[in-house]
C-alpha cells in the first residue's frame, strides 16, 4: 500500500531536519512504534516494515522503546526465585 502525506513545507523542514530525503523513513518508523507499542505488530512485523534483520530490529526498538519495561516488585520477584534455584542446585 502507499500513502501519501500532504505536510505543510515548514512543518515539513522541521520534522526532517532539513533533510526532506529522510522524512518518509521517519513516518515509517514512527508507524512502526506505534503499532508496536499498540500491539498491532510484531517485533518480526516491525522488522518486516522497515526491512531490518532481527537483530537490526531489536537494536531499533531498544533504541525507541523501553522493552523491558518492569517494575521494582517484579524485579525482587525474579532475583527471589533465581535465588531458590541457585540454593536448590547446591
Known sequence: MEITLRIPDDLARSLSGGDSDTLPRHALEALAIDGYRRGSLSQHEVGRLLSLSRIATEDFLARHLDLYDYDA??????????????????
Request: glycine share 6%; no cysteine; net charge negative.
Open 73 to 90: 516488585s517484579e524485579l525482587d520477584r525474579e532475583a527471589q526465585v533465581l535465588e531458590k534455584l541457585s540454593d536448590q542446585r547446591g
